[in-house]
Every structure is written in C-alpha cells, then in structure tokens.
C-alpha cells in the first residue's frame, strides 16, 4: 500500500462509525476528504439516512456539498455524534498537532464537542514525541502576529508567519486571521503547552490537540491499525 492507498483504507474504515441520524463533524485535508466523498456516496445510494454534516472549513463544506452530504452549521445541532479528521503528528498517548490546513480553530472547537473523536492519519504521521518532524501552527489576530513571535521565544520556539501560494502575502485562515508556524525542540508536556499558548493575548487558537481523540485509525502497509483508549 502507498500513502494514497492508506488515507484511503482509514477513511473507508471510518465509515463502519457512521450510523442512520447521526450529526458527523467533517474534518479538513486530504485524508478527510476521501472520508467526505465515500460518506457522501452511501446517502446518495441510500445506505445512510439522516446524516448531516458539519464542516470545519471551507473545503470541507464545498467537498460535502458536492458528495451530497447535507450540510450544516454548529450552531444549529444539539450535538456532534462523532467527528473525523485527519493529523499531522499522533504520538504515542494519541496527542496530535493539526492545523497543516489552516483550519485548526473549527477543527477544535468541533471535536472538542463530539461524542466521539475519530483521527485517520497514514503511519508516516506518527512520531515519538510531539515536535518531532511539525511546527505547532498557531491562529493569530492578525496585527498581533510579530508581538505573538517574538513572545513564542521565551518557549524556546522558533515562529515563522505563514505565507500564502496562489495569493501574495500571509495565508489569510477561514476566521479571518494569520497563522504562526511554531516549531519547538521537542513538546514534553502537550496538555500544558496547549494551555499556556492559548494564555498569549492574541492567540486565537493552537495546533496541539491533547487528551481529545478518542480513536486513531493508522493506515500502514500491513493494512488498518487502530490506537484507541
Ligand atoms: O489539520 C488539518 C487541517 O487543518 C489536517 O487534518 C491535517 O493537516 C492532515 O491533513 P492530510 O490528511 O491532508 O495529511
């Protein structure tokens, strides 16, 4: 199996989570998006029924959008069921960094609430320690971002603003705001450094999900791989 093959593998065996009038928290990235295209195929042939989407992003929402998964706003459900996305570093207690896509600020505050928290990632995502191949991206007001930098310094971390591709200038998040590419030495204590990060004035949100997932589904060559509680 190749990385393809393995985000693809997680996000069918997401899929056996899923039931009839579920709300479903639709994560962001490429791993997801299969998720959302495969979830989308079984309402449109009527396997599913009842089942809506709440997106953590813009993408997610339009993926969803075109699937065929109905979709809807946070503040119009009760409560989330489950919710599924992807990561960019799982270590071994399943804290993760997320946050690669920008979306890391809905992503939290959807996952945070779901009954259920399911994280589809290939085995290159995981790592011994938290820091170890990925900055800690970090949602920033935007004026405040060189103040918020130059702070991250004290935490032995080195910040870079993060630049848009197909835009000039900084990436522009969802919410409006920029994002700080954190990278530290190595994240001994990823609940404590959630916490402290989002105390700097400014910080909208951080990368660094602790104690939050319920289940990893691992793609690796051997075929799917759960981390769970
Ligand atoms: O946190 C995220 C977006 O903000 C993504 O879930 C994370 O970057 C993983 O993406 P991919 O599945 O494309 O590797």
Same mark, same amino acid.
Do not use: C
């Given at each position: 199996m190749n990385v393809e093959e393995m985000k693809k593998a997680v996000a069918k065996e997401a899929l056996k989570f899923i039931e009839d009038e579920m709300v479903v928290g639709l994560g962001t990235g490429s791993t997801t998006a299969y998720f959302i295209k495969y979830l989308g195929k079984l309402i449109m042939d009527g396997e599913l029924e009842e089942v809506y989407g709440v997106p953590t992003s813009y993408q997610a929402r339009l993926l969803a959008l075109e699937a065929g998964v109905p979709v809807v706003g946070? $503040? /119009? +459900? $009760?409560? &989330?069921d489950i919710a599924v996305d992807g990561a960019d570093e799982v270590d071994p207690q399943m804290n993760l960094i997320k946050g690669r896509g920008a979306a890391l600020t809905m992503e939290k505050i959807i996952e945070y609430r779901a009954g259920m928290f399911v994280v589809l990632v290939d085995?290159?995502?995981? @790592? /011994?320690?938290?820091?170890q191949k990925m900055p800690v991206p970090i949602e920033v007001v935007p004026v405040a971002w060189r103040a918020i930098a130059e702070e991250l310094e004290v935490f032995n971390a080195t910040a870079q603003l993060r630049m848009a591709e197909k835009k000039d200038g900084p990436v522009v998040t969802d919410n409006g705001n920029f994002i700080l590419d954190a990278k530290f030495?190595? &994240? /001994?204590d990823p609940l404590d450094l959630e916490i402290e990060l989002n #105390? &700097?004035?400014? +910080? @909208? /949100? #951080?990368g660094i999900f602790a104690d939050i997932a319920d289940l990893v589904l691992v793609g690796t060559k051997d075929g799917v791989k759960r981390m769970e509680r």
């Amino acid at each position: 199996m190749n990385v393809e093959e393995m985000k693809k593998a997680v996000a069918k065996e997401a899929l056996k989570f899923i039931e009839d009038e579920m709300v479903v928290g639709l994560g962001t990235g490429s791993t997801t998006a299969y998720f959302i295209k495969y979830l989308g195929k079984l309402i449109m042939d009527g396997e599913l029924e009842e089942v809506y989407g709440v997106p953590t992003s813009y993408q997610a929402r339009l993926l969803a959008l075109e699937a065929g998964v109905p979709v809807v706003g946070l $503040d /119009e +459900v $009760d409560a &989330i069921d489950i919710a599924v996305d992807g990561a960019d570093e799982v270590d071994p207690q399943m804290n993760l960094i997320k946050g690669r896509g920008a979306a890391l600020t809905m992503e939290k505050i959807i996952e945070y609430r779901a009954g259920m928290f399911v994280v589809l990632v290939d085995e290159t995502k995981l @790592v /011994e320690w938290l820091g170890q191949k990925m900055p800690v991206p970090i949602e920033v007001v935007p004026v405040a971002w060189r103040a918020i930098a130059e702070e991250l310094e004290v935490f032995n971390a080195t910040a870079q603003l993060r630049m848009a591709e197909k835009k000039d200038g900084p990436v522009v998040t969802d919410n409006g705001n920029f994002i700080l590419d954190a990278k530290f030495h190595r &994240i /001994e204590d990823p609940l404590d450094l959630e916490i402290e990060l989002n #105390n &700097i004035p400014g +910080v @909208v /949100e #951080n990368g660094i999900f602790a104690d939050i997932a319920d289940l990893v589904l691992v793609g690796t060559k051997d075929g799917v791989k759960r981390m769970e509680r």
